[in-house]
């Protein structure tokens, strides 16, 4: 029962912490005003411009750090923070979200293989739970284990996420340093925006990770005793 207490407690715990962090450094540079005074939109059109990629549209889009892009419209849709914002912290992810639209440019082997990844990370999402929590209260070991592999898409995306993201911001900051979007002095106050931004995709790898290790014990335990 304790060790299932601290488990409970990591799973809980670690996504929260990886929550508070992201918003305490969006919210602390986000009042940090860019030398540049571009703002995200402008950052992420001169990025954009710069690699040739001039049919990626910039859009707004609804939400609270809601930016993402969209690699079937190819279009970088920012919160709006962050398209209107001269900050540090609007540049930071509008930077990061045009990585991504540079990594789909390049063919970069990880996003296109989190993107093939999608549709059966969103069954393995949906459907894993009912059978896994049919074979633990039943006890069939075989509906336990067959939600356990559904499970494991969704699990492999969420690892297959890190590189994907990891690598994103690296080509945020060779870009806003290249084209002068930021300062030398500004460019440890951005890497604080992508590295705690990264926690929130560690954090669900890791909570993911964990259940899974979790359910794979208990299908051996479940196993033994048939």
């Given at each position: 029962?304790?060790?299932?207490?601290?488990?409970?407690?990591?799973?809980?715990?670690?996504?929260?912490?990886?929550?508070?962090?992201?918003?305490?450094?969006?919210?602390?540079?986000?009042?940090?005003?860019?030398?540049?005074?571009?703002?995200?939109?402008?950052?992420?059109?001169?990025?954009?411009?710069?690699?040739?990629?001039?049919?990626?549209?910039?859009?707004?889009?609804?939400?609270?750090?809601?930016?993402?892009?969209?690699?079937?419209?190819?279009?970088?849709?920012?919160?709006?923070?962050?398209?209107?914002?001269?900050?540090?912290?609007?540049?930071?992810?509008?930077?990061?979200?045009?990585?991504?639209?540079?990594?789909?440019?390049?063919?970069?082997?990880?996003?296109?293989?989190?993107?093939?990844l999608v549709p059966v990370a969103n069954i393995?999402?949906?459907?894993?739970?009912?059978?896994?929590?049919?074979?633990?209260?039943?006890?069939?070991?075989?509906?336990?284990?067959?939600?356990?592999?559904?499970?494991?898409?969704?699990?492999?995306?969420?690892?297959?996420?890190?590189?994907?993201?990891?690598?994103?911001?690296?080509?945020?900051?060779?870009?806003?340093?290249?084209?002068?979007?930021?300062?030398?002095?500004?460019?440890?106050?951005?890497?604080?925006?992508?590295?705690?931004?990264?926690?929130?995709?560690?954090?669900?790898?890791?909570?993911?990770?964990?259940?899974?290790?979790?359910?794979?014990?208990?299908?051996?335990?479940?196993?033994?005793?048939?």
């Amino acid at each position: 029962m304790g060790n299932y207490l601290i488990y409970l407690g990591l799973i809980i715990l670690i996504p929260i912490w990886a929550q508070l962090k992201v918003k305490g450094t969006y919210n602390k540079y986000s009042k940090v005003p860019s030398s540049s005074r571009m703002t995200g939109a402008e950052v992420a059109r001169r990025i954009l411009d710069d690699n040739g990629l001039y049919h990626i549209h910039v859009e707004i889009t609804k939400g609270y750090l809601s930016d993402h892009y969209d690699p079937r419209t190819k279009v970088v849709r920012l919160s709006s923070t962050n398209y209107h914002g001269h900050s540090l912290a609007a540049t930071a992810v509008s930077a990061h979200e045009v990585g991504h639209a540079i990594q789909d440019q390049q063919d970069y082997a990880f996003f296109r293989f989190r993107h093939s990844l999608v549709p059966v990370a969103n069954i393995g999402s949906n459907l894993s739970w009912v059978f896994i929590m049919i074979g633990i209260f039943a006890q069939v070991s075989g509906l336990l284990l067959l939600g356990i592999i559904l499970m494991l898409g969704a699990v492999l995306f969420q690892v297959v996420t890190l590189p994907v993201e990891f690598n994103a911001s690296n080509r945020a900051m060779d870009q806003v340093v290249s084209l002068g979007i930021i300062s030398n002095s500004e460019e440890r106050e951005t890497k604080k925006v992508l590295n705690a931004a990264a926690l929130t995709y560690v954090a669900a790898a890791a909570v993911a990770v964990l259940e899974l290790v979790r359910l794979i014990l208990i299908f051996t335990g479940m196993s033994r005793d048939d």
